[in-house]
Nanobody
């Protein structure tokens, strides 16, 4: 079993930066695909960044060039560095872990990011 806890959210002005962290407990993350998602009230949760267990990363077009996902397997931590933030980035950000042995994977509780103009 695994538990995930996000942190690092907050309030910033447009053009600012935030760094989100997702710390796992109960299991190592080495063989999990780790992803970041965000959700605005009334909208579906959206995948924005992915880090595969093998190493490759991928990003939604809306955050390419601005966000960077990275992982530190020994520390059981996944990080999302967010630069050049805009008000459209305002959302609750969630961390997710997936492994083929688990159908649903694991979700964190989310952390709020608010960007003002």
């Amino acid at each position: 079993q695994m538990q995930l806890a996000e942190s690092g959210g907050g309030w910033v002005r447009s053009g600012g930066s935030l760094r989100l962290s997702c710390v796992a407990s109960g299991s190592v993350i080495d063989h999990y695909h780790m992803t970041w998602h965000r959700q605005v009230p009334g909208k579906q949760r959206e995948l924005i960044a992915a880090s595969s267990a093998a190493g490759p990363t991928d990003y939604h077009a809306s955050v390419k060039g601005r966000f960077t996902i990275s992982r530190d397997n020994p520390r059981k931590t996944v990080t999302l560095q967010m630069n050049n933030l805009t008000p459209s980035d305002t959302a609750v950000y969630y961390c997710h872990a997936y492994h083929p042995d688990n159908i649903d994977g694991y979700w964190g509780q989310g952390t709020q990011v608010t960007v003002s103009s």
